[in-house]
């Protein structure tokens, strides 16, 4: 039984544009989407007040369903996002960033849901290191990338963008 072991798809000596740039447009689509999954919670929340009022209290007690949806609603989001044919959040979509295996396929739902709990158990024990890791690997993936075997890159239009404007322009 042999085991078939794929090649790394992006070579940052290579292909250096899927790389240019990759690591501060990242941290804006971050923002990007951390405020496109807040904006729902904070509405259900405001949601529940109001409720709570016009129950005189008894809506209140819906607050602690919160947490709960907060964290299924970030799990859909990423899922979903990440498993679309961009294999892009809208945060990434906006900084023209995308999500690849290590081997060149797209992200599914699965890899983008656990891509998120990644991210965020290496964030609660390993704060530091999973920024400082990018620093230290030639394709810029922080530490939870290297976990799931995920590189982000960017999007063909950028990369062959980037290509275009690294290329000496051609006399005749």
């Known amino acids: 039984m042999s085991i078939d072991i794929k090649p790394h798809a992006y070579d940052p000596v290579s292909q250096p544009e899927l790389f240019d740039g990759v690591l501060s447009r990242r941290v804006v689509a971050f923002v990007i989407d951390f405020i496109v999954i807040s904006i729902p919670v904070v509405l259900a ?10 129950t005189l209290g008894l809506g209140f007690a819906l607050y602690w ?11 859909v989001y990423f899922g979903v996002t990440l498993g ?4 892009a959040t809208i ?3 906006m900084m023209d960033l995308e999500m690849r295996t290590w081997y ?3 992200a599914y ?8 709990i990644a991210f965020w158990f290496t964030v609660s024990f390993f704060t530091p290191f999973v920024l400082l890791v990018a620093f230290f690997n030639e394709r810029r993936r922080l530490l939870h990338d290297i976990l799931l075997g995920t590189v982000i890159i960017n999007n ?3 990369a062959s963008m980037l290509r275009a404007s690294t290329q000496p322009a051609r006399t005749g």
């Not at 929340?45 to 016009?54: C, N, R, S, T």
């Not at 369903?65 to 799990?75: C, E, F, Q, R, S």
């Not at 679309?84 to 294999?87: C, E, L, M, N």
């Not at 739902?109 to 998120?116: M, S």
């Open 109 to 116: 739902f699965v890899l983008g849901a656990v891509h998120a």
């Open 45 to 54: 929340a405001m949601f529940i007040f109001a409720f709570g009022i016009v």
């Open 91 to 93: 945060g990434m979509r």
């Open 156 to 158: 063909a239009a950028r």
């Open 84 to 87: 679309g044919p961009a294999s």
């Open 104 to 106: 060149g396929a797209p």
């Open 65 to 75: 369903l919160l947490p709960t949806a907060t964290v299924i609603w970030a799990l």
